[in-house]
């Protein structure tokens, strides 16, 4: 085995450390929001709750499965992710493949346009009067009109490609149709990409908070992160009146949500994280 | 199975770039056919016409008797294998094999028949459930090869399909191409740039330089008697010589060689008194002289001081010079010469060809130029 020279070693051993800090940083968050949800209210308001629980119990999450506010903004907040995802990935895939093809018209014109966009954006102000005066105030709405971010396009379109042309051309030797040629070919050729871009939609998708707030008016169709913040500006409120003999804080509850908003994202995660490392295209043409 | 047929066709890319022009070529039912040239000559272009990957710009092409200019490649019946694979990296074998069945939505039972018959063919069938990415170079071609067969096309297009293999394997995959097309009996056109390969494969070969058409017959006959100057260079290897003369009372006279032409050649040449013609010399008919068993009319001989001294194995390539024209000749390696030596070479008039230097084509017997 090699031996590693001095610069390396320090190298390496930076590296270590920062990536550990960073680690760290990302992780304690979400271990802290688990401790502060299951532990006793006395030890939280006393400050002691640092890293792990104390006087653990777990009532709060009782109290949050009775709670139907929080169940009905958490199915909203699946609605969100699940079909404004799906709808993002249609529009983005076929916009995309689209913009991939060399004999596109005005494709140049085309990608310009999408690229313009994330370059300059018109404002909060006439962002919001627009969506007014489309009628965007309801879950469909938002679904519909939140459809697409033209960084993930120009994602996608990249990927697409990168496909080489001759696949394109021995799949239409064999007699495929430009549809089968997206759906047979291109997609599954393209997992990495696809899984990236749809855990990117769905992650935006599953926080999403500012426009659903400044949109929707309809309590009822408030995603869990609304409710949250909510609670969260209500917390005088709720912290006077909650009874004095509770075994909870009433942080403790706001952050029982938060650690239940994020469990979905934790068991989806390690599933599409796989299709990162690396494309299912290897071996298909020479390089 | 069928024949081809391009009248005149022409590729004339947007920017005015012409890739192909008059390309005529009658292609019988059954014949392995080579196109041949070297890189941009427009092989490839001519060949993904036909295919229809590659719009025709003008001509006719007619897959039997059936005109086919403005149909998709896969209404043409054609089947095609590509120089990189292009095979799809997230099906199996299997699927890869079989995919063009199923997009025809065909019944299952004959996919699965004709899929396994196609990977027993290629030898493949122990690998049915791998994907591309764990398959070798030649098993990868294989697939290739197996999935243009699965469809009983009518004609076969490969478009340098061994190009990416290591010389051991391109030798294999080579004889086994010969024998797979004798065993379809089907329609083979097929590009390279490698002369070997279109030697030992083709039935007739194409010779395209600057897409056009340079010269179309057997492997024997465009090797004994090239077209033009450009075939007669191309094919061969090391190259023909060439040397510019004139022809002066029955003689090639120029600086660097001089020598009476033979019978034949006084015939072919007879117009050309006193004009330029340019004489080409295969590396192969200029040999050692203490080998040759008789001296006659059709050989003369030459002393030279070898420059460069390549041994091939059996055979060894040597370089010298002849006043300023370097010239390169093929001896056996159990000559032993070395570099610097003084030796005296033989060099095969008959075999020897003489091009007219304002066309480049080859000085026909009668005095007639190549193709006139």
Redesign the interface.
């Given at each position: 085995m090699e031996r590693l020279n001095k610069s390396e070693i320090i190298f390496k051993f930076i590296s270590y450390i920062l990536i550990g800090a960073f680690g760290i940083m990302a992780l304690y968050p979400v271990v802290y929001a688990v401790s502060a949800s299951i532990s006793g209210k006395m030890a939280y308001e006393s400050g002691r709750v640092i890293l792990l629980p104390i006087d653990v119990n777990f009532s709060v999450y009782k109290l949050l499965y009775e709670d139907k506010g929080f169940w009905i903004s958490y199915i909203n907040t699946l609605f969100y992710a699940v079909y404004g995802t799906l709808w993002s990935m249609i529009i983005s895939i076929t916009g995309a493949y689209a913009l991939a093809k060399k004999r596109l018209l005005f494709r140049r014109q085309l990608n310009f346009f999408i690229v313009f966009t994330m370059w300059f954006t018109a404002g909060m102000i006439p962002t919001y009067l627009n969506y007014m005066d489309m009628g965007i105030k309801n879950k469909w709405g938002i679904v519909v009109a939140f459809g697409v971010q033209a960084y993930n396009i120009i994602l996608l379109r990249n990927t697409f490609e990168g496909i080489p042309k001759e696949i394109e051309e021995a799949a239409k030797v064999d007699g495929v149709n430009e549809f089968q040629l997206l759906h047979r070919i291109y997609i599954p050729m393209s997992k990495a990409g696809i899984a990236t871009v749809a855990l990117f939609y769905a992650t935006s998708r599953w926080n999403g908070y500012f426009w659903v707030r400044i949109l929707v008016k309809d309590p009822m169709e408030l995603p869990v992160q609304v409710y949250m913040r909510i609670l969260v500006e209500n917390y005088q409120k709720m912290y006077e009146d909650m009874p004095a003999n509770l075994p909870y804080a009433a942080d403790s509850y706001i952050y029982a949500i938060l650690v239940c908003s994020i469990i979905p994202v934790l068991l989806i995660y390690p599933h599409i994280q796989k299709y990162f490392a690396k494309g299912v295209n290897i071996g298909g043409v020479k390089e | 199975m069928a024949g081809l047929r391009c009248i005149n066709l022409k590729k004339c890319y947007d920017n005015n770039v012409v890739a192909v022009q008059g390309f005529n070529l009658d292609i019988k039912d059954g014949e392995f056919i080579v196109l041949l040239g070297p890189s941009g000559c427009g092989k490839s272009t001519a060949l993904r016409m036909i295919?229809?990957?590659e719009k025709i710009t003008d001509g006719e092409l007619f897959i039997g008797d059936k005109l086919v200019n403005t149909l998709?490649?896969?209404d043409r019946d054609?089947?095609?294998v590509?120089?990189?694979?292009?095979?799809?990296?997230?099906?199996t074998v299997y699927e890869n094999i079989g995919?063009?069945l199923t997009?025809?939505h065909q019944d299952t039972d004959v996919i699965h028949e004709k899929t396994i018959k196609a990977a027993e063919v290629v030898e493949l069938s122990r690998v049915l459930n791998n994907?591309?990415?764990?398959?070798s170079?030649g098993q990868?071609q294989r697939v290739a090869l197996g999935?243009s067969m699965v469809?009983d096309a009518k004609v076969f297009l490969l478009d340098e399909p061994l190009s990416?293999l290591d010389a051991k394997l391109r030798n294999e995959t080579r004889r086994e191409l010969v024998k797979l097309q004798r065993r379809l009996g089907t329609t083979f056109i097929y590009v390279t740039h490698d002369q070997v390969e279109a030697m030992t494969m083709a039935d007739r070969m194409v010779i395209m330089k600057d897409g056009i058409i340079q010269q179309i017959g057997t492997p024997a006959d465009v090797y004994n008697s090239p077209c033009n100057m450009f075939v007669a260079g191309f094919i061969g290897s090391p190259p023909t010589n060439f040397i510019t003369g004139e022809i002066k009372n029955g003689s090639f006279v120029s600086k660097d060689l001089t020598f009476p032409l033979i019978e034949d050649h006084k015939k072919a040449l007879s117009s050309y008194e006193n004009r330029t013609v340019i004489v080409g010399i295969r590396p192969e008919n200029i040999r050692e002289s203490h080998v040759l068993p008789v001296k006659s009319n059709d050989i003369i001989s030459i002393n030279v001081k070898l420059d460069v001294v390549e041994l091939l194995g059996a055979d060894m390539l040597i370089h010298f010079y002849l006043n300023d024209k370097m010239l390169t000749g093929k001896v056996l390696s159990s000559s032993d010469f070395k570099r610097d030596q003084n030796v005296e070479l033989s060099v095969f008039l008959r075999h020897v060809h003489f091009f007219d230097p304002e066309t480049t084509k080859r000085i026909d017997v009668g005095g007639t130029l190549c193709n006139d």
């Amino acid at each position: 085995m090699e031996r590693l020279n001095k610069s390396e070693i320090i190298f390496k051993f930076i590296s270590y450390i920062l990536i550990g800090a960073f680690g760290i940083m990302a992780l304690y968050p979400v271990v802290y929001a688990v401790s502060a949800s299951i532990s006793g209210k006395m030890a939280y308001e006393s400050g002691r709750v640092i890293l792990l629980p104390i006087d653990v119990n777990f009532s709060v999450y009782k109290l949050l499965y009775e709670d139907k506010g929080f169940w009905i903004s958490y199915i909203n907040t699946l609605f969100y992710a699940v079909y404004g995802t799906l709808w993002s990935m249609i529009i983005s895939i076929t916009g995309a493949y689209a913009l991939a093809k060399k004999r596109l018209l005005f494709r140049r014109q085309l990608n310009f346009f999408i690229v313009f966009t994330m370059w300059f954006t018109a404002g909060m102000i006439p962002t919001y009067l627009n969506y007014m005066d489309m009628g965007i105030k309801n879950k469909w709405g938002i679904v519909v009109a939140f459809g697409v971010q033209a960084y993930n396009i120009i994602l996608l379109r990249n990927t697409f490609e990168g496909i080489p042309k001759e696949i394109e051309e021995a799949a239409k030797v064999d007699g495929v149709n430009e549809f089968q040629l997206l759906h047979r070919i291109y997609i599954p050729m393209s997992k990495a990409g696809i899984a990236t871009v749809a855990l990117f939609y769905a992650t935006s998708r599953w926080n999403g908070y500012f426009w659903v707030r400044i949109l929707v008016k309809d309590p009822m169709e408030l995603p869990v992160q609304v409710y949250m913040r909510i609670l969260v500006e209500n917390y005088q409120k709720m912290y006077e009146d909650m009874p004095a003999n509770l075994p909870y804080a009433a942080d403790s509850y706001i952050y029982a949500i938060l650690v239940c908003s994020i469990i979905p994202v934790l068991l989806i995660y390690p599933h599409i994280q796989k299709y990162f490392a690396k494309g299912v295209n290897i071996g298909g043409v020479k390089e | 199975m069928a024949g081809l047929r391009c009248i005149n066709l022409k590729k004339c890319y947007d920017n005015n770039v012409v890739a192909v022009q008059g390309f005529n070529l009658d292609i019988k039912d059954g014949e392995f056919i080579v196109l041949l040239g070297p890189s941009g000559c427009g092989k490839s272009t001519a060949l993904r016409m036909i295919a229809g990957l590659e719009k025709i710009t003008d001509g006719e092409l007619f897959i039997g008797d059936k005109l086919v200019n403005t149909l998709a490649p896969s209404d043409r019946d054609i089947a095609m294998v590509f120089q990189n694979y292009a095979l799809y990296g997230n099906m199996t074998v299997y699927e890869n094999i079989g995919f063009s069945l199923t997009i025809r939505h065909q019944d299952t039972d004959v996919i699965h028949e004709k899929t396994i018959k196609a990977a027993e063919v290629v030898e493949l069938s122990r690998v049915l459930n791998n994907k591309p990415a764990n398959l070798s170079g030649g098993q990868r071609q294989r697939v290739a090869l197996g999935r243009s067969m699965v469809r009983d096309a009518k004609v076969f297009l490969l478009d340098e399909p061994l190009s990416n293999l290591d010389a051991k394997l391109r030798n294999e995959t080579r004889r086994e191409l010969v024998k797979l097309q004798r065993r379809l009996g089907t329609t083979f056109i097929y590009v390279t740039h490698d002369q070997v390969e279109a030697m030992t494969m083709a039935d007739r070969m194409v010779i395209m330089k600057d897409g056009i058409i340079q010269q179309i017959g057997t492997p024997a006959d465009v090797y004994n008697s090239p077209c033009n100057m450009f075939v007669a260079g191309f094919i061969g290897s090391p190259p023909t010589n060439f040397i510019t003369g004139e022809i002066k009372n029955g003689s090639f006279v120029s600086k660097d060689l001089t020598f009476p032409l033979i019978e034949d050649h006084k015939k072919a040449l007879s117009s050309y008194e006193n004009r330029t013609v340019i004489v080409g010399i295969r590396p192969e008919n200029i040999r050692e002289s203490h080998v040759l068993p008789v001296k006659s009319n059709d050989i003369i001989s030459i002393n030279v001081k070898l420059d460069v001294v390549e041994l091939l194995g059996a055979d060894m390539l040597i370089h010298f010079y002849l006043n300023d024209k370097m010239l390169t000749g093929k001896v056996l390696s159990s000559s032993d010469f070395k570099r610097d030596q003084n030796v005296e070479l033989s060099v095969f008039l008959r075999h020897v060809h003489f091009f007219d230097p304002e066309t480049t084509k080859r000085i026909d017997v009668g005095g007639t130029l190549c193709n006139d």
